[in-house]
């Protein structure tokens, strides 16, 4: 049914938080100040997408639209850490493109085998047992956990094909690759018979074989959201070579040239550098016009090759033609590049200024202060401390936002040791 192909889902993701750092002391029978041994929260679970090669659409998606990985748990005595959260997998097909959904910019593709992490769960907090210091042997406070990353995205399947047919309804794009692969696609005399896109492999030879796609048929103004066609042209977005198939049999009562020209429209009001892809040019239905009548097929040769598209005559339901047009279709991918792979251009916003009174300043012991909030998280979360740039980056934020003048103003002195979550630093007026 048409209903069960899904190629575009919005989901919530949220990544589990940390576990709090433990506050605990060592007591044991005959060992006389123990000292602190608060153990680690664990971290929070990751969420993880990966490709499952037995999905082809997006159907999960439909119905339930947010995941949610496990919360570390928080440690314990005896320096015991705590467990980490359970991270969650979500299965896509191969060729998803995981977006940003306020940008649309790309985050990753799921096009080869390698699992990509849409949110990264919350590192754990740090126990009690790391803050003892000569001067400070009691330390009765720890760190919290950090929240997990949460992403609102887009999954947007783009069908990995090697070769595109394109045309109008019926012209017989569902049966040429019925004809030439082991696909079962529907196939009738009548319009939009193909509700969804449909793949098979075609065998050119020993060793040679590539996947073919067969989308909706294009209507005038599919690139402006008329029929069908523009929800799928999508799909063809990667292949290496278009097959245009056009009906010249005339049972449609258009004329050939013309269908051409309204489909190579269609193609470029949805992307000119689809349109301008290499493309072959297939006469169908050769096999309906009477005897001896060859102006239609002349004329519509004569036009395609004027423009570059080498031509094909073929009757796909007499499968006449189809061997000759499934070799040049191997030899044209022989030379062509790979299935192309889109490349992310996500950019992380600028972590936005503080509100009043989001930031929590705490004085944890005489030397010892803590700075905690969601805007320190985004902050940490967009700073390398290894890189000098980057530690400058992160002293420049918190001074141009006013960290450092409620910190002073709260009596911070030169040589106090101020956290930020897992960044210890001391404080220089």
């Not at 992403?151 to 690759?177: H, I, Q, W, Y």
Request: contains cysteine.
């Amino acid at each position: 049914m048409a209903t069960s192909f899904v190629d575009k889902a919005a989901i919530s993701v949220a990544a589990g938080r940390g576990g709090d750092g433990a506050v605990a002391f060592h007591r044991e029978k005959y060992i006389a100040a123990g000292g602190p041994d608060g153990g680690d929260g664990g971290r929070g679970g990751d969420v993880i997408a990966v490709v499952d090669d037995h999905m082809s659409t997006l159907m999960d998606f439909r119905y339930k639209r947010k995941y949610v990985a496990g919360n570390g748990m928080p440690g314990q005595g005896k320096r015991c850490s705590g467990r980490d959260g359970e991270s969650l997998t979500i299965r896509v097909p191969r060729g998803t493109l995981i977006r940003d959904r306020d940008s649309g910019a790309i985050l990753h593709d799921m096009s080869d085998d390698e699992p990509f992490v849409i949110a990264r769960g919350g590192r754990g907090g740090w126990g009690n047992q790391h803050f003892a210091t000569p001067t400070r042997q009691v330390p009765r406070f720890a760190k919290p956990g950090l929240d997990g990353e949460r992403r609102e995205v887009v999954l947007e399947l783009k069908l990995l094909a090697d070769v595109g047919l394109v045309g109008f309804p019926n012209v017989g794009k569902s049966t040429l690759l019925s004809v030439v692969s082991k696909a079962h696609p529907k196939i009738a005399n009548y319009h939009f018979t193909t509700l969804f896109p449909n793949l098979g492999v075609v065998y050119a030879g020993e060793g040679v074989s590539f996947v073919m796609a067969d989308i909706p048929g294009i209507t005038e103004g599919a690139s402006e959201g008329a029929g069908l066609g523009h929800d799928f042209l999508r799909h063809i977005d990667r292949c290496r070579l278009l097959v245009h198939l056009v009906d010249v049999s005339g049972s449609e009562g258009r004329d050939p040239v013309e269908d051409f020209e309204t489909i190579m429209t269609e193609l470029r009001g949805y992307s000119s550098e689809l349109a301008g892809r290499k493309m072959l040019v297939a006469a169908n239905k050769c096999d309906l016009l009477p005897p001896g009548e060859r102006a239609p097929i002349d004329r519509l040769k004569a036009h395609v090759e004027a423009q570059g598209c080498p031509f094909f005559e073929l009757s796909a339901a007499a499968h006449q033609g189809t061997a000759q047009l499934v070799r040049a279709i191997a030899g044209e991918l022989s030379v062509l590049p790979p299935v192309l792979r889109y490349e992310a251009d996500y950019v992380a916003p600028e972590p936005e200024p503080p509100e009043a009174g989001e930031l929590q300043i705490r004085r944890c012991a005489e030397d010892y202060w803590s700075v905690e909030g969601a805007w320190a998280q985004r902050l940490l979360a967009r700073v390398n401390l290894s890189d000098y740039e980057s530690r400058m980056y992160f002293d420049r934020m918190l001074r141009e936002n006013g960290v450092f003048d409620r910190l002073e103003a709260l009596g911070v002195k030169d040589g106090d040791t101020i956290s930020i979550y897992d960044v210890e630093f001391e404080y220089q007026s």
